[in-house]
C-alpha cells in the first residue's frame, strides 16, 4: 500500500482535514516505489519535516513510460476523439474546485492564485480539445496534399523590469531583474544558492541598500534585498537567481533595452512608465517571453498568455494557442489522382504520404481513410527520410 498524508488544519485561514496519497503514479494508481524507499518533504517556514513521499528510480521511471506508452497505443492516442478529451479536462476542472484543499501549497495563495489560473487553463484548453485541425497544401490539380496535427505521445532566468522616472515621482531610474514577495525560499538548497550570490555581490562591488540577511532563525527566508553600483558582468546581473533584487542605473530607452538583453536568459520583463508609446516600443524590444507594462497586470497577462522563453530561460511556449505546438507532430498526406510513379521512385497505384519523425504502417492507413480500405501494402521506404509508398493489392 502506497504513503499516505492526512492533516487536520486549525488555521485562521483554514479549518479542516486534508488527505490525500504521497506514493507514485503509475498505470493510474499510487504505488510504492520499486526500492521502497520515501523523501522527506520539508517546510520551508520552519525547516520541519512535513511527511515522505514515495521516491522513484530508474526503474519506476522505466515501468510508467512503459504503461503510458502502452495505453496510448492502445486506448489513448488516435482512439480517443477531441471531444472526449475535453469532457475530462472539465471533470478535472471541476473536480479541482470542489476539493481545493487537497491541491496542496499555501492555502491563501492557491485559492486566490494557483486554483483559480489553473482551473482556467484546463477549460481553456478543454475548448481547444476538438478544434485542432490540420490544412490543405495548394500544390496542383493532380494532387492532394494535406496536414494532420497528431499526438506526440510519451516524452520522458533573469526576469528584467524597467522603471522610468515618470512611473514614480523622484525615485531613481533604474531596472531592477527581481521582484520578492513575503514567504520562505522553497527548499535549503536554493536558501543557499541565494544567500551565495548575495555574497558573490558584494564580493564583486555591488552595495547593497536594503536586507540581504537571513530573516529569523527558522526556515528558509531571506530579507528583501536591493543591490545598487552594479555593472552589467556582475553574477546577479547576468544570472537567474529568484532571489535578490539588483538595480542597474540607465541613461535612456536604448540603453536600458541593450542592457536588459545582456544576458543569455529571457523569462519576461516589465516597463514602468505612464507613457503608454514608450511601454509598447521598450517591450517590442526586450528579448523576453512576456512583457507587461506594470506589475498589477502580472495576473492577468500569466492567465492563459504567457507564451515563455526566450534563450536559455528555456524552450517551447506556455498557455495560449502556442503551447499546443509542443504535444502535436505535424504529419503531411499527399494523394496523386492516377498512378504512375510516386516521387523518390517509389511506385505506387494510388496513394503515396510523407511523414515527419513518427512511425507508420499500413494498417493505420487503413484504419484512418476506410474509403480506402481496397487493402495496401508498404513497397519501399525511401532511405534518408520516412517516406512510405504504398501499392494497392490486386
Not at 540577511?213 to 536591493?226: C, D, L, N, W
Not at 532571489?243 to 519576461?268: H, M, R, W
Request: some cysteine.
Amino acid at each position: 500500500m502506497s504513503l499516505h498524508f492526512s492533516h487536520k488544519f486549525e488555521t485562521p485561514v483554514y479549518k479542516g482535514t486534508t488527505s490525500f496519497p504521497t506514493g507514485l503514479f503509475i498505470n493510474g494508481q499510487f504505488v510504492d516505489g520499486s526500492a521502497g524507499t520515501a523523501i522527506d518533504v520539508i517546510n520551508p517556514s520552519d525547516g520541519s519535516i512535513i511527511t515522505k513521499v514515495s521516491e522513484a528510480t530508474p526503474k519506476d521511471v522505466d515501468i510508467a513510460v512503459d504503461c503510458a506508452q502502452k495505453a496510448f497505443d492502445a486506448t489513448w492516442g488516435l482512439e480517443v476523439s477531441g471531444s472526449f478529451r475535453a469532457d475530462l479536462m472539465h471533470k478535472l476542472a471541476n473536480a479541482m474546485l470542489s476539493q481545493p484543499a487537497s491541491l496542496g501549497k499555501t492555502y491563501g495563495w492557491a485559492q486566490k492564485a494557483d486554483l483559480p489560473l489553473s482551473i482556467d487553463v484546463m477549460k481553456y484548453y478543454a475548448g481547444w480539445a476538438d478544434k485542432i485541425a490540420g490544412k490543405v497544401i495548394e500544390t496542383d490539380e493532380g494532387r492532394l496534399t494535406y496536414t494532420r496535427h497528431e499526438p506526440i505521445g510519451v516524452v520522458a532566468r533573469p526576469n528584467h523590469s524597467m522603471e522610468f522616472p515618470d512611473s514614480h515621482d523622484g525615485h531613481e531610474t533604474r531596472t531592477c531583474s527581481h521582484y520578492s514577495f513575503q514567504g520562505p525560499l522553497v527548499s535549503k538548497r536554493q536558501f543557499d544558492r541565494v544567500m551565495n550570490f548575495i555574497d558573490i555581490g558584494k564580493a564583486q562591488g555591488a552595495t547593497v541598500n536594503l536586507g540581504g540577511e537571513r530573516h529569523g532563525v527558522k526556515g528558509y527566508f531571506v530579507q528583501p534585498i536591493i543591490f545598487t553600483n552594479t555593472t552589467p558582468d556582475m553574477d546577479i546581473v547576468q544570472e537567474e537567481i529568484f532571489g535578490p533584487i539588483s538595480c542597474i542605473k540607465f541613461e535612456d530607452e536604448e540603453d536600458v533595452v541593450q542592457q536588459a538583453n545582456d544576458t543569455f536568459y529571457g523569462l519576461a520583463a516589465a516597463v514602468f512608465t505612464k507613457d503608454i508609446t514608450r511601454a509598447l516600443e521598450t517591450a517590442h524590444n526586450l528579448k523576453a517571453g512576456t512583457a507587461w507594462d506594470c506589475l498589477s497586470s502580472l495576473i492577468s497577462v500569466t492567465k492563459l498568455k504567457r507564451i515563455l522563453g526566450f534563450k536559455q530561460s528555456g524552450f517551447g511556449r506556455e498557455f495560449s494557442e502556442y503551447a499546443l505546438q509542443n504535444y502535436t507532430n505535424v504529419n503531411v498526406f499527399a494523394r496523386r489522382r492516377g498512378g504512375s510513379a510516386a516521387p523518390c521512385g517509389v511506385n505506387h497505384d494510388e496513394f503515396w504520404l510523407c511523414l515527419s519523425s513518427t512511425r507508420f504502417d499500413g494498417t493505420t492507413l487503413i484504419n484512418e481513410f476506410p474509403s480506402l480500405s481496397r487493402g495496401f501494402r508498404t513497397s519501399g521506404i525511401v532511405a534518408g527520410g520516412s517516406a512510405f509508398g504504398l501499392d494497392a493489392e490486386s
